[in-house]
């Protein structure tokens, strides 16, 4: 069974550009969820996404946004970006219902000049 | 609000001696609690979760974690430290009402020296 994809796995912009990544979860899963990752900050959540719609919204700016795609693909998408949002974007997929576990990608590593 | 406490950002143990991370959390509502290992360049793999079934939870790679209400606690243990099990181990805690929102700990750095 393929595991959760992210793409790109590392990429490099420029502040005030925007950026858009994006998650194949495992196949049946319908949960998605983004998390950032940072030396400072830990590991945040960002949001979770079920069947399309968005379930629940960490607190981040509404420059971070995201969409989830019938297939349950996902994407997340950055604007105007700033230095701080260098960071490891974590994806995850999960069945959806009740506690389950987290699948986790790789990541995609952002790096902001 | 829930939150979790991780004491010990790095912690070196010998091979073949225990292994013990430490994790309290805070939580007003029943927690669900997690490990998680996390392997350089890599995601987060799950080691064993509590979900209010058995307070002592065995997990993967001879890991386990014992849920302990009255000190608030899950640490992590295993009783043989392996080179392999050399990597950032997470605590993490929701709730019934936000499953896939997880408050994570800042991390412990496990070394384990030959």
């Known amino acids: 069974k393929a595991g959760v994809t992210q793409t790109p796995r590392y990429l490099i912009k420029t502040r005030g550009q925007q950026v858009t990544l994006s998650c194949s979860p495992i196949?049946?899963?319908?949960?998605v969820s983004w998390y950032q990752q940072t030396p400072g900050q830990g590991l945040q959540f960002l949001f979770e996404y079920f069947s399309e719609t968005q379930r629940n919204k960490g607190n981040f700016p509404g420059r971070f946004s995201g969409r989830q795609f019938s297939n349950s693909r996902s994407e997340m998408n950055v604007s105007t970006l700033e230095l701080g949002d260098s960071a490891l974007y974590l994806c995850?997929?999960?069945?959806?219902?009740?506690?389950?576990?987290?699948?986790f990608g790789e990541g995609s590593r952002l790096t902001v000049l | 609000a829930q939150s979790v406490t991780q004491l010990g950002s790095h912690v070196s143990v010998s091979e073949g001696a225990l292994v013990l991370l430490r994790c309290n959390y805070s939580s007003s509502v029943p927690p669900y609690l997690f490990w998680y290992v996390q392997y350089p360049n890599q995601g987060l793999q799950l080691l064993l979760k509590?979900?209010?079934?058995?307070?002592l939870v065995k997990g993967i790679n001879g890991f386990e974690a014992e849920f302990k209400k009255s000190e608030t606690s899950f640490h992590l243990t295993k009783p043989s430290a392996h080179m392999s099990d050399a990597a950032e181990y997470f605590c993490?805690?929701?709730?019934?009402?936000?499953?896939?929102?997880?408050?994570f700990g800042s991390g412990t750095q496990l070394t384990v020296l030959p």
């Open positions: 995850a997929s999960s069945g959806g219902q009740g506690v389950g576990e987290l699948f």
């Open positions: 509590y979900t209010s079934a058995a307070t």
């Open positions: 993490a805690v929701t709730s019934s009402g936000s499953a896939r929102q997880l408050t």
């Open positions: 196949s049946g899963h319908r949960s």
